[in-house]
């Protein structure tokens, strides 16, 4: 059987650190298709140099993707094989490539997976944290009150939380995810998989939160950050504080009325009212 089909577009996972983790079938499609969409075409080069392949590369990325995915269309009409990669792991997944996808499936042509890494799972495999099911939440906000106002309304969610963060907000992001889910709720982070400084580091968020606060390595790098659920208890809680908190902010100050529903209640006071982003 040959390796591509004409007006296909493949879209395929490459490694996310470890250069092995290239499937066999992935350096098929990638050396047969007439051409590569990259997100960053240089970044791809080197990948595609280090193991042998060869292949026009064209820029794909979220500032263009909407003006060129009609021309990819119309060359997979006629008769191109195309591949679709990002800068690491499986395309879409938090990088371009939606819309790409959608309009060529609209025009009816086929849309092919060459499967392979993606952070969000290799960290979900290793976290031995609930993963029969998940929410994948990809990036917070980059603004403490943006990312606090969607920890918030994530924090009764009972089903894993997987996010992905840089080394910028690594720090600030555990001490929002404290602030917002109590920093007892058992998480894990993974950095650096599959690379050579990898860590999987799990406890519960107040300690991994101090433990990255307080050793600069665990600041660097790509990260992973699996929350477990919020438990019926907690959820509980936070409801209970949450009516309190809407009843005492009617006649008392916020901050004042957070206090109290959060003594009442047990839920985490930051949880109620944002302070400010303190
Ligand atoms: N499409 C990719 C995937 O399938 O995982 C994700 C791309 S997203 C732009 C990049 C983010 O993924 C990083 O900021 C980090 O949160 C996560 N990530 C990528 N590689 C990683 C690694 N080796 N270890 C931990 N996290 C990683």
Not at 249 to 254: D, G, I, Q, R, V
């Amino acid at each position: 059987m040959a390796t591509t089909k004409a007006g296909t577009l493949y879209v395929v996972a490459t490694p996310i650190g470890n250069l092995g983790d290239l499937s066999p079938r992935a350096r098929e499609v990638l050396s047969a298709v007439d051409a590569i969409c990259a997100e960053d075409t240089r970044h791809t080069r080197q990948l595609l140099v280090a193991v042998g392949i060869d292949r026009p590369l064209l820029a794909l990325h979220e500032h263009n993707e909407g003006e060129i995915a009609w021309k990819l269309v119309e060359r997979l009409k006629s008769g191109d094989a195309l591949a679709l990669v990002s800068d690491a792991g499986t395309p879409l997944v938090s990088d371009p490539g939606y819309r790409l996808v959608r309009e060529v499936r609209a025009a009816g042509l086929a849309v092919s997976p060459i499967p392979g890494a993606c952070a969000a799972i290799a960290a979900l495999s290793v976290a031995g944290i609930p993963s029969d099911r998940f929410c994948f939440e990809g990036f917070l906000p980059a603004k403490s009150s943006a990312r606090r106002e969607r920890l918030a309304a994530l924090s009764r969610e009972t089903r894993t939380l997987v996010f992905y963060e840089s080394s910028h907000r690594i720090e600030e992001s555990l001490r929002d995810l404290v602030a917002m889910f109590g920093g007892d709720r058992e998480a894990v982070i993974g950095r650096e998989l599959t690379k050579l400084f990898e860590t999987v580091l799990g406890d519960t968020l107040d300690t991994l939160a101090a433990q990255v606060a307080a050793d600069e390595h665990q600041r660097k790098g790509e990260f992973v950050i699996i929350v477990r659920g919020c438990d019926d208890d907690a959820s509980a809680r936070l409801l209970e504080g949450q009516r309190l908190y809407a009843k005492l902010a009617e006649h008392l100050k916020p901050s004042l009325a957070a206090k109290l529903a959060a003594d009442i209640s047990g839920a985490p006071r930051k949880s109620l009212y944002g302070g400010g982003g303190e």
